[in-house]
């Protein structure tokens, strides 16, 4: 005989809790990703995103989280690039992100962008070398993962192990 069935609410209640983020992944003409530094956790470089809002999905967040940290307005169609899943780690919940490709912004477009100094204090694109010697170890498996994807036209899935320096 099966277990018996839980209302509703004490059957959410027991279920695994998790936060989740949304956020663009853009590169310039020639193909050198973007990617903005915190100005919160030091060294730290990251896509325009952040976390969803109650009633938000992950594409209408990555939208807004982008417009809010650089001014950009993306208009154009939800592309998954990649979802990106941590663990329990240095937050209390699992984490699970959807990249979505934003496309490629010309000069005229990155000289446009205006950042939000409380999260970010600059924004860089550069060759995939570069990023390799500038990033964390889980950010960089995490942009390789996606610029790949990219330029494959697949879409990733990540699991994470927490990095503590993240």
Same mark, same amino acid.
């Given at each position: ?10 059957? +959410? ?26 100005? +919160? ?21 990555? +939208? ?8 950009? *307005?993306?208009?154009? !169609?939800? !592309?998954?690039? @990649? *979802? ?9 919940? @699992? ?8 496309? &490629? ?6 000289? =446009? ?11 860089? *694109? =550069? ?5 390799? &010697?500038?990033?964390?170890? !889980?950010?960089? !498996?995490?942009? @390789? @993962? +996606?610029? &790949? ?6 879409? *990733? ?10």
């Amino acid at each position: 005989m099966g277990k018996p069935r839980l209302p509703l609410a004490e059957y +959410v209640a027991g279920l695994p809790k998790a936060a989740v983020y949304g956020a663009l992944f853009f590169t310039d003409t020639e193909d050198r990703p973007l990617q903005l530094r915190s100005s +919160v956790k030091q060294g730290l470089w990251q896509f325009p995103g952040g976390d969803m809002d109650p009633g938000e999905t992950p594409f209408g967040t990555a +939208v807004r989280e982008c417009r809010e940290e650089t001014g950009i *307005v993306f208009t154009g !169609r939800p !592309r998954l690039l @990649a *979802v990106d899943f941590a663990p329990p780690g240095p937050w209390p919940v @699992a984490k699970t992100g959807f990249v979505f490709d934003g496309g &490629r912004l010309g000069r005229d477009a990155l000289s =446009r962008i205006v950042l939000d100094p409380g999260e970010h204090d600059a924004w860089e *694109v =550069r060759p995939m070398d570069d990023w390799a &010697r500038t990033m964390d170890s !889980r950010s960089w !498996r995490r942009l @390789a @993962a +996606v610029n &790949r994807a990219r330029r494959t036209g697949t879409t *990733v899935y990540l699991e994470n192990v927490p990095d503590p320096a993240c």
